[in-house]
């Protein structure tokens, strides 16, 4: 049995009376409990968005199904589930980690994989998240696959996964243009990166059909720069002119304006207190994602 099928046969079982409803909430919950690990780093705003959409546009124009695209989509979205277990002082650590703290670092695509494997849907991301960081050459970890043993699903998270790292800000650089992405991708293809999804998505993003995801947290909307800390303030589409934001890493306060129709950030000369600074999910982001696996993965 394929595992779309398991999924239906689950959900129709399980509820079917509604078995959308019951595969967006499982879907749901799983998707903020992505979200929440990713609040820890304040650096990565955005990140879980832009691997997914960048994973979805590559397995999309790589001709897969419907069905694959949303799975992929969604593991996208999860792939970095178990950094819940990496310390904060090596999560976010501003020069380069010595072997241990890289060590530590490695078990996350495991402890993902551990926290999930209970979950209903867990099969539905187990490649995005288990192997992400395998690569071609056999170098990769955790378990040192190579090749096309390595699930389609995960050659094409690990591509978009490393691109929008090359891409983004970090505390110890800035990100790099996308040409220059684009180009260490080539240069790697059939060692660290598939060749052939690597070279569809050099491809993509040398016609400019990435520009829309890279520097953004959500459709439209581009990450805002902290004075202090540069591009680490996601917007929620929701937000109102004179919404207050928050920098998740120095806590400064800024007021949303618009300027000839553009958005912009205005520093209060305020900090954050705790409450204001709690990790919020934002619902539409989210939402996004579960009704479109929802549904295909139904309808397929």
Excluded at 77 to 86: M, R
Excluded at 156 to 177: H, L
Excluded at 188 to 200: A, H, I, P
Excluded at 234 to 242: E, F, K, L, N
């Amino acid at each position: 049995m394929s595992l779309l099928s398991h999924i239906k046969g689950l959900l129709t079982t399980v509820q079917p009376g509604d078995p959308i409803r019951h595969q967006e909430d499982l879907l749901t919950s799983l998707l903020v409990m992505a979200w929440m690990v990713e609040a820890r780093d304040p650096y990565t705003g955005g990140h879980l968005w832009r691997v997914s959409q960048f994973s979805q546009l590559l397995a999309t124009r790589a001709g897969l199904h419907a069905d694959d695209v949303s799975g992929i989509a969604v593991g996208a979205f999860l792939h970095d589930l178990g950094k819940i277990s990496v310390p904060d002082h090596i999560l976010g650590k501003k020069d380069r980690l010595s072997d241990e703290e890289y060590a530590v670092i490695k078990t996350h695509p495991e402890v993902g994989w551990r926290m999930l494997s209970s979950h209903p849907l867990a099969q539905l991301a187990e490649a995005a998240i288990r192997a992400h960081h395998e690569t071609p050459d056999g170098r990769g970890y955790p378990r040192g696959l190579a090749g096309q043993d390595i699930p389609v699903d995960a050659r094409i998270v690990g591509i978009c996964d490393a691109f929008d790292a090359m891409t983004s800000t970090r505390p110890y650089r800035t990100g790099m243009p996308v040409p220059q992405a684009l180009d260490i991708i080539a240069q790697n293809l059939g060692t660290q990166f598939d060749r052939e999804m690597g070279e569809r998505f050099v491809a993509l993003g040398k016609a400019g059909e990435l520009d829309h995801i890279v520097g953004h947290s959500d459709s439209g909307i581009p990450l805002q720069a902290c004075l202090m800390c540069g591009p680490t303030i996601a917007v929620p589409r929701s937000h109102q002119m004179g919404t207050r934001l928050y920098c998740p890493s120095c806590t400064a306060e800024y007021e949303t304006s618009r300027s000839g129709g553009i958005l912009q950030l205005t520093a209060t000369g305020c900090n954050g207190s705790p409450a204001d600074l709690e990790p919020k999910v934002d619902p539409d982001v989210i939402g996004d994602v579960v009704r479109t696996a929802a549904r295909a993965l139904l309808v397929s």
